[in-house]
Structures are given as structure tokens and as C-alpha cells.
């Protein structure tokens, strides 16, 4: 055999057919790519334009300032927003200390088997559908008891931990294993290395998911359903009672006849959008600034 039948097996363009037919993939593939990603802008696009078009109309001042409508008159979602805000407040109080221990435990201290089966659960507990969770508490606490503006903030705080833990757990075993190294040499004890050097290094992302748990569960509407909703067309903090949130709120006013209600339920969800965009915003600038500063130093 001739030397220039010899083909270099190590070389792609030996083959012109199958280089030809390569770049066809990647063009094609690429091209679904860019389409799909379209599509999904202009979907989200679709639904932010109807939710302006349909409820920017209806935004003031007193749609801020004042609570519910009664008899008639034209109301705000100022109850509304007190209410989601005591609730979220206390959910993420409840929350997020304990699923930032569980992420320290599964990164820091769990051995193989005891780290894969807690992340199994977290994963599990994740995908539970957030109704399941409102008749949880609705059967644990609720009934015999009434609706507490607590229990809302228990089930969605049960929604909060696996969301914060699992994303602790992940930015955690991204810090460099040397940090550690390091700092055990010295004679520092594994908790004190952990609270000075592993959280402070991963502080950004972990606030990050915090961010992004909080702006998910804002939107629940299935646990407050049955745990906080039914209430009083006033603005209340008292905690111990039902207190109007929100997303019930939409809920409610889009079941309403009332082309007024519908309306005002049109504007409650730009409110909410909003509300998500901004946490989602926060969440970005500070993964972004806390990547600056480990690359500036």
C-alpha cells in the first residue's frame, strides 16, 4: 500500500463527506437553539404585554395605599401587600437558617451515602406540588384552630427549605478544597473554618438562592388557600390571625364577575411580576458583584 492511501485516523478533514455532514448538525442544531430561546422570549414577552396592557391602566396611588374594595368602591391591595410581606418575612425567617445547617451538613460534614440520601430527599421534598403542602398544614394545624397568618408562613417556609438548601449545598462545595485545607492545617477547628472561611467565601450565592426562594414562594397561592385567606377588608399585622396576601388576592378578584375586580386583578399580577423581576435582579448583581470581588482578589 502507497503512501498516499495512508489516512491519518487522528485527522477530522480526512473526510470531507463527514466534516460536511458534522457542520450540517451543528448549523441545524444551532438553528433550534436560537429558535427555541426566541420562543421562549416571546412568550414571556406575550404575557408581560397582556399584563400591562390589561392591568397598567388600574395602577395609582390609592391601589397602593388603600386595602380591599367594600360596597362597591373602588379598593387598593395595601392589606394585600402587608400581609405577603409579614408572611414571606417570617417564612424566610423560619427557613432559611435551617436549610443553610442542612447544607453545611451534607457539604461539610456528612459522609458519601448520608450526602447522597439527604440529597435525594431534598430533590424529593422540591418537587412536592405546593397544594400538597397547603393540606399538610391545613390538616396538622389548621382545622380545630382556624387560619393563622404563622401557618402560611410554616407551609411556605416548607417550601423555602429544600430550594436554599440545595442551592447552599452546591455553592459550598464549589469553594476551593485547599480554603479548608489551610485552615484545618493551622489548628482552627472545622466549625470555626467553617463560619470564618467557607460561608464568607460562598456568602454571594447563597444569597443569591435565598433571593430566588423568596421571589418563588411569594407567588404561591395553594398554602395560603388553606391557611391564611380567609380574612377581613382591613390592613391587620396582627400574625396570630389570617392576613390577606397577595396572590389569594389575584386569586380572588379574577374569580369575580366584576369587570372592575378582573381589572384589578390584572393590575395585582404586574405587581407581582415586578416584585419577581426585581428579587430575580438583586439576585443577579449579587452573584455578579461577589464573583468580581473572588476574581479581584
Known amino acids: 500500500m502507497s503512501s498516499a492511501q495512508i489516512t491519518d485516523p487522528y485527522d477530522i478533514t480526512a473526510s470531507s463527506n463527514n466534516l460536511g455532514r458534522r457542520r450540517r448538525i451543528q448549523k441545524l442544531v444551532s438553528f433550534v437553539a436560537i429558535l427555541s430561546a426566541a420562543l421562549a422570549v416571546a412568550l414571556l414577552a406575550l404575557v408581560l404585554g397582556t399584563v400591562l396592557f390589561k392591568g397598567l391602566s388600574q395602577i395609582d396611588t390609592a391601589f397602593f395605599t388603600k386595602p380591599a374594595a367594600l360596597f362597591g368602591e373602588k379598593g387598593g391591595i395595601a392589606d394585600a401587600l402587608i400581609g405577603?410581606?409579614?408572611i414571606v418575612g417570617m417564612a424566610?425567617?423560619?427557613?432559611?437558617p435551617i436549610a443553610i445547617l442542612v447544607a453545611i451538613y451534607i457539604a461539610e460534614y456528612a459522609g458519601p451515602k448520608?450526602?447522597?440520601?439527604f440529597r435525594v430527599m431534598l430533590d424529593v421534598l422540591n418537587g412536592v406540588?405546593?397544594?400538597?403542602?397547603?393540606?399538610?398544614?391545613y390538616g396538622l394545624l389548621v382545622v380545630g384552630k382556624g387560619q393563622s397568618a404563622i401557618y402560611g408562613a410554616m407551609a411556605l417556609a416548607i417550601l423555602m427549605i429544600p430550594m436554599v438548601a440545595r442551592a447552599t449545598q452546591e455553592i459550598l462545595e464549589l469553594v476551593p478544597r485547599h480554603l479548608r485545607e489551610a485552615s484545618l492545617a493551622l489548628g482552627v477547628p472545622r466549625w470555626r473554618t467553617v463560619y470564618s472561611i467557607v460561608l464568607?467565601?460562598?456568602i454571594g450565592g447563597i444569597?443569591?438562592?435565598?433571593?430566588?426562594?423568596?421571589?418563588?414562594?411569594?407567588?404561591e397561592t395553594a398554602p395560603l388557600l388553606f391557611t391564611s385567606s380567609i380574612t377581613q377588608n382591613q390592613i391587620s399585622f396582627d400574625i396570630h390571625n389570617a392576613l390577606p396576601t397577595l396572590p389569594v388576592r389575584i386569586f380572588t378578584l379574577s374569580e369575580s364577575p366584576s369587570p372592575d375586580d378582573q381589572a384589578a386583578a390584572w393590575a395585582a399580577a404586574l405587581v407581582l411580576i415586578a416584585f419577581v423581576l426585581v428579587m430575580n435582579?438583586?439576585?443577579?448583581?449579587?452573584a455578579n458583584r461577589k464573583r468580581r470581588s473572588l476574581e479581584g482578589g
Open 84 to 86: 405577603s410581606a409579614l
Open 92 to 96: 424566610m425567617i423560619m427557613a432559611v
Open 114 to 117: 448520608a450526602a447522597s440520601f
Open 129 to 137: 406540588p405546593a397544594i400538597i403542602v397547603g393540606i399538610f398544614i
Open 200 to 202: 464568607p467565601t460562598a
Open 207 to 219: 444569597l443569591t438562592g435565598v433571593v430566588i426562594a423568596v421571589a418563588r414562594v411569594a407567588g
Open 281 to 286: 435582579i438583586v439576585a443577579k448583581v449579587i
